[in-house]
Structure formats: C-alpha cells, structure tokens
C-alpha cells in the first residue's frame, strides 16, 4: 500500500519507519526542509535504540523517502496518516490543534480517489469530526474517510511497541476504513496482535483514558511512598503485595520522581 505520513516527529518518523518494514510505501512529509534533509541523509532528530539502521534499511529497499511537498505523496496514498504536533497551549493547556487543522486542509486539497485519512496524534475527543468537516468543506467532492488510530508508543521501546503492540485501536464506523486499515496493519494481525475497531470517537478517548490511568497509578504510589515513610512501612513492597493482586497488576507502581514527558501532563490537563 502506498502511506503519507504527515509529520517527521516522534510518532510520525517511528511508525512511518515501521510500516515501510511491513513492506508499504511511505513518503514523510515535513514543512522544515533542514530536517528532510537531514533524514535524506540517514541524520536522525531524535534517540530512539535501532531506529537509524531502520531508516536507513528501509530507504536503501525505497520503501521510505521524504520531503516537503504534501500534494504528491497525498494523491497518491491508500491511506494518509496526521501525525503532527499537540503542544499544550498557553493558558489553559489544552491541546493546540493548529497543526492538525492545518494539515487537514492541505490534505483536502491534494485527495485523489478514495483516502483514509487517520489522525495518528493524540487529539481531544471529536477532533476527527473537525478534520471531516474541514475536509468536506475545502473539497466536497473528495471520497474519503476519517478514522482514529491513537498511538501507544514509549520512548526508548517505541519500536518493539509498535511492531509487537498490545492493541491496535482502529476507529472508524466505514467498512472500507476499516478494510484499508487492516491491509495497512496486516502484518500485525498475522501475528495475532489483537485489532480492535471501534467508533471514532470511542477510539479517540482510549488514548486519554489510557494515559490518564497510567499517570493514575504513578500519582497513587507516588501518595503511598509518601504514607509508607511516615508509617515506617517499604513502599517497594507495599507494591508489590497490591502488584500481585491481576485486578491491579505490577505495572507503573514503581515510586520516584512521578510523571513528565510530552504525554501524560498534556492529556491529564
């Protein structure tokens, strides 16, 4: 299948990496011309453990290229994954879906026969519904789809999270979404990697719930370490003993310095 991926971050540059090893087409597409240059050259802008030789593999088999013209790699795609920026914004830290929205429009005007268009980014609830709108509205014409498919990356295993995930989580109510979209992640499911199809909207708040349980956790044995000091009691065991119970599992019951990074404190806001 032939793959835009909007966007050379983190998310955009692992997974587009990722599904050209799974033997799709995929064209990067980033405004900053430095940075496509310097991917054109094997110079990659981020640390992720493996990720160069994958770039690199991928592009010497051209199945993976970039650049920084949109219209091309986006009349030409099965399926055109949004994969830029959700910074907090100023003031209120919700997320700025300005990237987004404008990324959307650009697409809108390059479709070219049917396209899944997949806001890859983690978006607020409904922001797919925007991205149709502002779709429809530039090109009324256009056949196309918008579906969810909320990442699940971590930093430093962003790899391995991507080709050996827990859950896929496909959004989108279309039998042809969800057909493209299986073709795209066949790979996965031959590995019987569960793929789970859902509403957009429902897929879009698996991503929040996600994290927001996560950094949940983190926050509640962060509460106990603080407990366990004044009671004289070891929080590292107090863990594990609440660890063994399957309702609550080991996972992120690890006390320290709580949550950071560009996720948890943006989604939780």
């Not at 990722?18 to 310097?38: N, P, Q, R, W």
């Not at 920026?85 to 700025?96: E, L, V």
């Amino acid at each position: 299948m032939r793959i835009a991926m909007i966007g050379t971050g983190y998310v955009g540059l692992v997974s587009g990496a990722c599904l050209a090893d799974f033997g799709h087409h995929v064209i990067c597409v980033d405004k900053d011309a430095s940075k496509i240059e310097a991917l054109r050259r094997g110079e990659i802008p981020i640390f992720e453990p493996g990720l160069d030789a994958l770039v690199a593999s991928n592009v010497k088999a051209k199945r993976l290229d970039f650049t920084t013209e949109l219209a091309a790699p986006v009349a030409e795609a099965d399926a055109v994954f949004i994969a830029v920026g959700t910074p907090s914004r100023r003031g209120d830290g919700h997320a700025d879906l300005t990237y987004v929205y404008s990324a959307a429009r650009e697409i809108a005007a390059a479709l070219s026969g049917f396209t899944v268009v997949v806001t890859k980014s983690t978006v607020p609830v409904g922001t797919g519904d925007e991205v149709e709108r502002l779709i429809r509205e530039a090109n009324p014409s256009a056949d196309v789809v918008v579906a969810s498919n909320p990442e699940f990356l971590r930093e430093g295993a962003a790899i391995r999270d991507f080709k050996f995930p827990d859950r896929i989580v496909v959004g989108t109510s279309d039998e042809r979404g969800r057909k493209v979209l299986g073709d795209v992640y066949r790979p996965l499911s031959l590995n019987q990697a569960p793929m789970m199809y859902t509403a957009r909207r429902t897929a879009e708040l698996i991503k929040y719930a996600a994290n927001a349980f996560l950094a949940t956790k983190i926050t509640f044995i962060n509460e106990i370490a603080d407990l366990s000091e004044k009671v004289g009691a070891d929080v590292q065991e107090v863990a594990r003993g609440i660890g063994l119970d399957n309702r609550i599992g080991t996972k992120f019951l690890h006390a320290g310095p709580g949550f950071g990074g560009s996720c948890f404190p943006k989604d939780t806001r």
